[in-house]
């Protein structure tokens, strides 16, 4: 009844070790992708920055504008690298309650951005 026990807490001590270990890649794969996107916009490296897009091949000139507006204003929008490496993940759900995503926002106030 004892080894029952221990190998049941075992299976679970590694059924939670497995899913922190998930997360822990799912963040860092996340955070590369977030700054391969901001280094792509800081080179106006427009292949690059598509392939970090979905479906961007759907709109060329979606992608396109975008990209040029974000170069544009990189410096503004970059204040000491801070968009590099203060990334923050949030969980979300999809249309249906079953698709787990995770998503980066960031904020801007023109005050901040004015500041620098």
Request: proline fraction near 0%; hydrophobic fraction near 35%.
């Given at each position: 009844m004892k080894t029952i026990k221990y190998i049941s807490l075992i299976l679970i001590l590694l059924s939670i070790s497995c899913c922190v270990n998930q997360k822990q890649k799912d963040e860092k794969q996340i955070k590369a992708t977030v700054q391969n996107f901001w280094k792509s916009v800081k080179n106006n490296d427009l292949q690059a920055y598509n392939g970090l897009i979905y479906e961007s091949e759907n709109f060329p000139g979606v992608t396109a504008g975008d990209l040029y507006f974000?170069?544009?204003?990189?410096?503004?929008?970059?204040?000491?690298?801070?968009?590099?490496?203060?990334?923050?993940?949030?969980?979300?759900?999809?249309?249906?309650p079953d698709i787990k995503m995770k998503y980066v926002q960031y904020t801007f106030k023109k005050r901040e951005i004015l500041t620098t």
């Open positions: 974000l170069h544009k204003h990189y410096k503004a929008l970059n204040i000491q690298e801070r968009l590099k490496g203060e990334i923050k993940i949030k969980d979300t759900i999809g249309l249906s």
